[in-house]
T-cell receptor, first 113, second 117 residues
Framework: GNSVTQMEGPVTLSEEAFLTINCTYT??????LFWYVQYPGEGLQLLLK?????DKGSNKGFEATYRKETTSFHLEKGSVQVSDSAVYFC????????????FGSGTRLSIRP | GAVVSQHPSRVICKSGTSVKIECRSL??????MFWYRQFPKQSLMLMAT?????????EQGVEKDKFLINHASLTLSTLTVTSAHPEDSSFYIC?????????????FGPGTRLTVT
């Protein structure tokens, strides 16, 4: 079945450091891929998405590229801020099941001032 | 923006009792809502799909008689954990899909922490 694997946390970085959170997926067909973010005390929010191979999703300085050849969707940001501290979830949606989302285990990111 | 609330945010109940968790879309209508369960340091596990006015669709392995879902209006879905046991202790999260929204729109509630003693 479909699944998402992402790097375990927690990840702790200093402000302005470069961030990469790895995510790989297993799916039949051509899923859509997502990164969700959960800030402390809040619900999950969609951070960015990509719906087909080679698409790049971007938002708030974060980027991720849909790589079909490596079945990956790694999240990157060039210079993190303290306000980026949150839990990040990689996810996919199988188009055969409208709106159903399969999540990775989440990666907690902490940024030091 | 679209807001989804859950009530209560935390609940402690005794083994054998039932607990109801509410999920509300505050500023939009949602024909479809999802219920997830999250164990510590694990991913969100989809439990069921709730459609307004019809029976919920449960994922494989989820006991429908234990986790009762009612979606009686376009802004409210409830999850009732019946005869709760300590193993039901978990973090329950709902999400709502706007009726008028696009395929990928889905808004999440902040979650409910259930502890069964």
């Amino acid at each position: 079945g479909n699944s998402v694997t992402q790097m375990e946390g927690p990840v702790t970085l200093s402000e302005e450091a470069f961030l990469t959170i790895n995510c790989t997926y297993t799916a039949t067909g051509y899923p859509s891929l997502f990164w969700y973010v959960q800030y402390p005390g809040e619900g999950l929010q969609l951070l960015l998405k990509a719906t087909k191979a080679d698409d790049k999703g971007s938002n708030k300085g974060f980027e991720a590229t849909y790589r079909k050849e490596t079945t990956s969707f790694h999240l990157e940001k060039g210079s993190v801020q303290v306000s980026d501290s949150a839990v990040y979830f990689c996810a996919l949606s199988d188009h055969s099941s409208a709106s159903k989302i399969i999540f990775g285990s989440g990666t907690r990111l902490s940024i030091r001032p | 923006g679209a807001v989804v609330s859950q009530h209560p945010s935390r609940v402690i109940c005794k083994s054998g009792t039932s607990v109801k968790i509410e999920c509300r879309s505050l500023d939009f209508q949602a024909t479809t809502m999802f219920w997830y369960r999250q164990f510590p340091k694990q991913s969100l596990m989809l439990m069921a799909t709730s459609n307004e006015g019809s029976k919920a669709t449960y994922e494989q392995g989820v006991e429908k008689d234990k986790f009762l879902i009612n979606h009686a209006s376009l802004t409210l879905s409830t999850l009732t954990v019946t005869s709760a046991h300590p193993e039901d202790s978990s973090f329950y999260i709902c999400s709502a899909v706007p009726t008028s929204g696009g395929f990928y729109e889905q808004y999440f509630g902040p979650g409910t922490r259930l502890t069964v003693t």
